[in-house]
Nanobody, 119 residues
């Protein structure tokens, strides 16, 4: 059973930084990609960033240049470094991992961690 455990959320002032961590129960290289989604109240869940097993990264336009996704294979952990946070970044952030099982896929999700950006 795959488990993803997020940590690092909290309350932060606009312009400050926060780092989220997602610890996986197994090797992160067992997944084809890992990433972060977020969901604000009343909004749909949206992709923030992902990183593939080969190291390719992709970001939502709204966070490009401010957020960085990275990984530490020794710790089986993926990180989301968030800089210059804005109130619009307030949301529950979810870690996700995907395994391709052709012809389909299996997605795993963490429980979510709240990020609130407010003065």
């Amino acid at each position: 059973q795959v488990q993803l455990v997020e940590s690092g959320g909290g309350l932060v002032q606009p312009g400050r930084s926060l780092t989220l961590a997602c610890a996986a129960s197994g090797s992160i290289f067992s997944f084809n990609l890992m990433g972060w989604y977020r969901q604000a109240p009343g909004e749909q869940r949206e992709l923030v960033a992902f990183i593939t097993s080969g190291g390719t990264t992709k970001y939502a336009t709204s966070v490009k240049g401010r957020f960085t996704i990275s990984r530490d294979s020794a710790k089986n952990t993926v990180y989301l470094q968030m800089n210059n946070l804005e109130p619009e970044d307030t949301a529950v952030y979810y870690c996700t991992a995907r395994t391709l099982v052709l012809p389909g896929k299996i997605d795993y999700w963490g429980q979510g961690t709240q990020v609130t950006v407010s003065s």
